[in-house]
């Protein structure tokens, strides 16, 4: 079976999210799917013309000729031409890795969805990102033979918007991590931040700026907790919708020596960040998954995170969960952390066995099962 896996996020030389979903099921399922020819589609390519075609040499990968701005605008108004009219021929099926502008295909066709948050959650997205999903999601609703949600939480709020006629086509895969060799357990002692001295405890968040990462809450809470800790906070994450208010808010914080925004880190980096962070605080508004729950917890490091949205359902009993509405109680969920050897190994410990439970295999697995089930 010849699969045509398409997602412009997959070249991308920066980012996470679908960006690392896109690459590291592809790699599963190179690895584990002998029957399976998965192909990368990509409208466009940021890289340099080596480092592309090295990713094309290793991947196969396959280049629609309308390039970025052209191809959704043809999709999007002309619903033409088909995507296969411009791929090799032969593949059975499509995979379009993220859910956006409509695709065009004739090929039986499978969605990833991620979330729905425009539509569901309005205030934490710009204006412009409903119109674009909710065409996206009614071209899904008519006419793709599957639909993959990555948490429960994302397949009722999918689900609830668009009826029980869809409910036959949802598939809930929970995506997995990346496993790691580490022959230091206590993690890096290395220097990770400008201005953060070896050896500095801090608090770790990650994520792009936008206002449905809460990162103002965050800030309120440690500047709660500066005077009876020692921490330091470190931020990570591209400047998404909103960042010029995070970096005002930085500015004017009379802890501001104490915070550290490092923007965008290599993967690398953000292990490294993981493993010796004293905890790792995720009180995002809203998530579809929560994929950095499972870093963070894959390299030791303890977890506190929201009581909302999909969340829970990833972080099981191996994180603090806390409001993420209410500063007190975020600044109480790290401050148990931080200041408990017990509950912090305790969380090491559960979230260690909460990570075995989500590896890229099994997630490629059912993958695999969903395409031969509708090809």
Request: some cysteine; glycine content about 8%; hydrophobic content about 45%.
């Amino acid at each position: 079976m010849r699969v045509a896996y398409y997602s412009n996020q997959f070249v991308a030389s920066r980012g996470h999210g679908i960006t690392r979903y896109s690459r590291s099921l592809f790699r599963a399922l190179r690895a584990t799917q002998a029957s399976l020819e998965v192909v990368p589609v990509t409208s466009w390519s940021p890289e340099s013309i080596e480092g592309f075609d090295a990713l094309r040499e290793d991947t196969g990968i396959e280049v629609l000729p309308w390039g970025r701005r052209l191809t959704p605008l043809a999709w999007t108004l002309l619903g033409a031409p088909a995507i296969e009219r411009w791929l090799t021929p032969g593949f059975d099926l499509l995979h379009v890795l993220a859910l956006g502008y409509p695709v065009p295909s004739r090929l039986p066709w499978v969605v990833t969805i991620h979330d729905i948050g425009p539509l569901t959650h309005p205030q934490y997205f710009p204006k412009s990102d409903a119109a674009l999903m909710r065409r996206g999601l009614r071209q899904a609703a008519r006419s793709a033979s599957a639909m993959i949600c990555v948490s429960q939480a994302t397949a009722d709020e999918v689900e609830a918007h668009l009826g029980g006629t869809v409910a036959d086509r949802l598939h809930v895969v929970g995506e997995g991590v990346t496993r790691r060799a580490r022959s230091n357990p206590e993690g890096p002692q290395a220097e990770v931040a400008d201005g953060l001295p070896v050896g500095t405890p801090f608090l770790l968040a990650a994520g792009g700026a936008s206002p449905r990462k809460n990162l103002g809450r965050l800030l309120s809470s440690f500047e709660g907790l500066a005077d009876r800790i020692p921490h330091h906070l470190v931020l990570v994450g591209g400047s998404g919708w909103g960042h010029c208010d995070l970096a005002a808010r930085i500015e004017a914080s009379s802890f501001t020596d104490r915070i550290h925004r490092l923007g965008y880190v290599t993967d690398d980096q953000l292990d490294a960040l993981y493993g010796a962070a004293a905890a790792f605080v995720h009180v995002s508004l809203f998530e579809g998954f929560g994929l950095p729950l499972l870093e963070a917890m894959e390299a030791r490091c303890p977890v506190v995170t929201s009581s909302v949205s999909s969340l829970p359902e990833v972080a099981g009993d191996a994180a603090v969960l806390v409001d993420p509405h209410d500063v007190e109680a975020i600044s109480e969920g790290i401050l148990a952390v931080v200041s408990s050897a017990d509950l912090s190994a305790e969380l090491v410990e559960k979230g260690e066995l909460r990570v075995s439970e989500f590896t890229w295999e099994a997630c490629a697995r059912q993958v695999a099962d969903i395409y031969r089930g509708i090809a």
